[in-house]
C-alpha cells in the first residue's frame, strides 16, 4: 500500500526543504542497541523546527510515504527502525534540542523533542529542581523517543513512567497538522486526552515535537541503603514497610539476585559483594525526604524495624556519595554483565507486585525443565517490574542454545500472561514484540487499537509495522 | 440518526435482561446539582454486572439508541443528562457497587464502577492504605464518574487526578465489547493507552465498568496551617518554599480571598476568621510527612523562614483534629457560602501556575468595566486551578445580571484562552462547555478528537451531545 522512497519523491522533498536538513544515509541511523535488526531508509531528514516536520509529513502521506521517526535510537524493540517493506523517510529529531522555557515557579519545563535526557535533567538542575527520569541510556536517549516509548527507569515507584512526568506536547499528526497542546497545566479536562494516547504511541499516530515536562522539589536530604533478604517475599513486606516509614519518600527499590555478583566474577568487572557473605538477594533502596529529618536515621530506623521484623538479615547504610555511587554501580553494571555472558533471552515483563515471589519461583521451575539453564532476575521491585534474563551454564555458549530460544521466551512469556502481567512492561512493543501483542493482548483492546490508527492515519505512514502490523 | 428508546424498543430489552434492572423514570435521574438541565429517557436500566452492561450497549448499538451513562449524578456540566434528541437509555452503575479485591502489598483496590468514594476511601484505609481523591461531592460520587471525568479535588498536588490514581479499567466499549484491561501493574506498555483515552471521555467512548485503583501509604504524621499572605505573588513564592522544604509531602494548598469571609458574615455561616484582622488572602496548607519527623515542628519551621522571607504575615498551626477540620470547614463552606449568595457566573478555570496572580487582577479589572459586582476567587493554586466565581454587589439579586451572564463568562474565558489556561480545569465539558471548547480548543485536537469518536462510536449511542456536538 506504500509507495518507497524514491528518487521522484526525493526531489519532491527536496523543492520543499532546505538541502542542508538532508543526512546523508550513515548506518549509525539503521542499527539498533541489541543489534537484531538493520533498518533501511530512502531519505534520512533532521528537521529544524516544528514547521518542517509538519511539511515532511504532509509530504509523505500525500505520496503514501513510510516515516520513521527517529530519536536518540537506544530503543530495545526496533520501533526506530524499519528492516523490511518500501524504503521509509527516517525523521531524526537531532536538531530539535531547545530548552525552549524553564518555569521554577511552576515546576515546569518546555523542551524539544530531540533534547537529549541527561541535558533535560541538568537544565531543571539549574534551577534547584528535579527532572526525575533516570535510566541507563540517558546519556543518548531523546524525550521525544522517551516519551513515544512512556520509557520507565528508577525513578517509576515516586515519580511515575515519562508519561506522568508530561503536562503537555506539541506534535504532528499524521495528516500533517500541528497538534499544539503545549500546556502547563496541572488540572485540564477539556476533551481527550490525545497526550497520554500520543505518548507510549511508539510514532504510529503522530510525531511528537516538543514536551512540557513536570519538574519536581528537590528532596531535602537523600539517603541509600542495600539490605539483604532472604528471599522476594521478604523484599515485598519490606518494601510495605518502607512505604509505611518514607510516606512516599521512596524513590528506588531494586532488586538484585546473587547471580549477580557471580556475573560480576565470571565477566571480570571489578565489582565485590560489600557484604561477608553473599547474599541469596539485595534490595537497594533510595529515599528522598523533607528538612528536619536525617535520611542516614530514617534509614537506620527502618533497618531497626525491619530487622526486629525478620525482614532483613544485613544492612549498610551509604555514608558518602561514593558509597552511594558503588551501590548504584552494583545496579547498573549488571546489563554489562551480562552482555558479556550472553543471554539466551531477555524479558522485560511486569507483573502484579504480590505475584512478584511466585513468578520467580515458577518461572525458575519451568525453564529449568529445559535443561540446565541459569536466570538472571533483577529490576524494579517496586513497580513489579522485573528483567528476566535467561543465560546458558558456565562455560557454554548462548549459540549452543539458539534451538530453544523461542521456548524460552514462550514459557516466559506465557507465565507473565497467566499472572496478569505485562510481556512489555517499560520497552514498548516496536517491532520485536507485535507477535506477543496479538497474542496476549485483550482483543477489544486490540480491535479499539486498530480502529483508532485506521481513524488517525488512514494511509499507514506512520512507523508502518510498529505496535500494529502494517496491512 | 438515532431512534428513540421507545416501546418497541424496551420490549427487545426486556426480552434480554432481567425485569428487576428496569428503573421508574424517577426525577431524580434527571436532574442536576446546579439546575441548568433537566433530562429526558425512554428507560432506566441498572445491571448488576459487566455482562449486563455489555448487552445493553450492544442491543442499543443495534437499534441506533443512545446511552446516558449515569454514576453519582454530581456533575456540574450537564453530562449525566441528555435534555433533547430522541429519549436515550439512561445507565445506572448504582447496583455495580462491589469493592472485588483489596492488595495491601501492591497498593491495590479493585472496585466496581458504582462504587461510592466515601466508600473506597474507607477500603483504603481498612487496610491502613490512603485512596487520596477527595472532592465535596464524596458521600455521593461514584467511581466510573469520577474516572470518566478524571475527577480533581484538593490532593491533586501531590496525588495527581483521578487518571493518576488508576492502573486499569474494564470497559464495554460501543460495539458491545468488553475491553479486559484491569491490570494492576505499575508498568505496561503493551499498546496504546486505551485506559487514559475512557478516563475524562465522560463516557462518549464507552462505559468504565470496574477499576484498578492506586492505593497510597498513609503519611506517618499529617500537619495542617492557616498561613495569611498579602498576595497571590507571594501565595505563589510560598508555594515554591513549601515545595523545598516538604519534599513531596505537600497534599493541599488551597488559596482562599477575604471575600469568603465577607459571604460567611453575609449568608449567616458561623465560620469566623481566626486572626484578628481578617486577612486579604489566607493560604490552607497540608503536609503528610515521613516517619521521625513532626509535622507541627515541620510547619513551623517553614512558618518562620516564610516569615523571614517576608512572604507570610501571620499563621496558625492547627494543634487539635478539631482545629484541622475547622480549618477545612473554612474552605469548604465557600460553596455553600456561594450558592447562599447566588452567582452570576462561574467558572472551573486553570492557567499556568505562575500566571495567578496576573490572571486575578486582570480579570478582576476587565469585570469591573462592566459595573459593580464582587469576584469570590478561591481554590487549588498548587494546580493552578481557581474557582472563579462573579457575584452582584451586596443587597442585589443575580436576576438582575441575567443580560451580561453571558459576557462575563465570555470575558473570564476570553481571558483564560489569552493566558494559555483552559476553561475546564477539573469538571469536564458535559454539555455546557461544548461551545467553549469548539470556541477555544486546539482545532488539530478537536479534528483527531472528532476522528476517534467516530471510529470508535460510529453510531454516536455513547452520551450523544456530551463533549462533541452530535451530528
Redesign the interface.
Known amino acids: 500500500m506504500l509507495n518507497p522512497a524514491d528518487d521522484t519523491f526525493l526531489n519532491t522533498l527536496k523543492e520543499k526543504l532546505p538541502e542542508h536538513l538532508f543526512r546523508p544515509l550513515a548506518p549509525s541511523y539503521l542499527e539498533e542497541p541489541r543489534g537484531r535488526y538493520v533498518g533501511q531508509a530512502g531519505a534520512i531528514i533532521a528537521p529544524e523546527n516544528t514547521d518542517q516536520v509538519a511539511e515532511v509529513v504532509r509530504l509523505c502521506n500525500e505520496a503514501r510515504v513510510g516515516i520513521v521517526p527517529y530519536a536518540g535510537g537506544t530503543g530495545l524493540v526496533g520501533g526506530q527502525l524499519q528492516p523490511d517493506g518500501p524504503a521509509p523517510v527516517l525523521l531524526s529529531l537531532e536538531r530539535m534540542t531547545a530548552v525552549r522555557d524553564v518555569?521554577?515557579?511552576?515546576?515546569?519545563l518546555v523542551v524539544e523533542a530531540g533534547a537529549i535526557l541527561t541535558d533535560v535533567q541538568a537544565a531543571a538542575e539549574e534551577v534547584?529542581r528535579l527532572f526525575p527520569l533516570s535510566l541507563a541510556s540517558e546519556g543518548s536517549a531523546r524525550i521525544g523517543g522517551l516519551l513515544s516509548?512512556?520509557a520507565?527507569g528508577v525513578n517509576?515507584?515516586?515519580y511515575?513512567?515519562a508519561?506522568?512526568l508530561c503536562l503537555g506536547i506539541e506534535a504532528v499528526?499524521p495528516?500533517g497538522?500541528?497538534?499544539?497542546?503545549l500546556?502547563?497545566?496541572?488540572?485540564?479536562?477539556?476533551?481527550?486526552?490525545?497526550r497520554?494516547?500520543l505518548?507510549?504511541?511508539e510514532g504510529t499516530?503522530g510525531i511528537i515535537t516538543a514536551a512540557a515536562l513536570k519538574l519536581?522539589?528537590?528532596?531535602?536530604g537523600e539517603g541509600t541503603a542495600l539490605l539483604t533478604v532472604k528471599d522476594p517475599t521478604a523484599a515485598?513486606?519490606l518494601?510495605?514497610l518502607t512505604?509505611?516509614?518514607?510516606?512516599?519518600?521512596v524513590s528506588a527499590f531494586e532488586l538484585m539476585h546473587r547471580r549477580a555478583f557471580e556475573f560480576f566474577e565470571e565477566t571480570d568487572i571489578p565489582i565485590t559483594c560489600p557484604f561477608d557473605e553473599t547474599p541469596e538477594w539485595v534490595v537497594l533502596l533510595e529515599i528522598?525526604?523533607?528538612?528536619?529529618?536525617d535520611p542516614q536515621?530514617?534509614l537506620e530506623?527502618l533497618f531497626e524495624d525491619a530487622l526486629e521484623a525478620g525482614l532483613v538479615d544485613d544492612g549498610i547504610v551509604a555514608q558518602s556519595e561514593a558509597q552511594r555511587l558503588a551501590f548504584w554501580a552494583m545496579r547498573e553494571e549488571i546489563p554489562t554483565a551480562n552482555r558479556r555472558i550472553g543471554s539466551i533471552s531477555s524479558h522485560d515483563i511486569?507483573?502484579?507486585?504480590?505475584s512478584i515471589p511466585d513468578f520467580i519461583e515458577e518461572g525458575g521451575k519451568r525453564l529449568a525443565a529445559l535443561g540446565p539453564i541459569r536466570v538472571n532476575c533483577f529490576g524494579?521491585l517496586?513497580?513489579?517490574?522485573l528483567h528476566y534474563n535467561v543465560f546458558p551454564p558456565e562455560g557454554r555458549d548462548r549459540a549452543e542454545f539458539d534451538g530453544i530460544r523461542d521456548q524460552v521466551k514462550r514459557i516466559v512469556h506465557d507465565l507473565v500472561h497467566e499472572m496478569?502481567?505485562?510481556?512489555?512492561?517499560?520497552?514498548?512493543?516496536g517491532r520485536l514484540?507485535v507477535g506477543?501483542?496479538e497474542r496476549?493482548?485483550?482483543?477489544?483492546?486490540?480491535?479499539?487499537?486498530r480502529?483508532?490508527k485506521?481513524?488517525?492515519d488512514p494511509h499507514g505512514i506512520m512507523n508502518p509495522g510498529a505496535?500494529l502490523r502494517a496491512d
Open positions: 518555569f521554577p515557579t511552576e515546576n515546569v534547584d516509548t512512556n520507565g517509576v515507584l515516586r511515575g513512567n508519561r506522568e499528526l495528516n497538522e500541528i497538534m499544539n497542546t500546556t502547563r497545566l496541572r488540572k485540564d479536562n477539556t476533551g481527550y486526552d490525545l497520554d494516547l505518548i507510549g504511541a499516530l519536581h522539589p528537590r528532596p531535602a515485598l513486606a518494601l510495605a512505604g509505611k516509614h518514607m510516606a512516599g519518600g528522598g525526604l523533607p528538612k528536619g529529618i536515621s530514617a530506623a511486569s507483573v502484579p507486585i504480590s524494579h517496586g513497580d513489579g517490574n496478569s502481567g505485562s510481556c512489555s512492561a517499560e520497552h514498548g512493543i514484540k506477543d501483542l496476549y493482548g485483550d482483543p477489544a483492546k486490540l480491535n479499539m487499537m480502529a483508532i485506521t481513524a488517525v505496535v
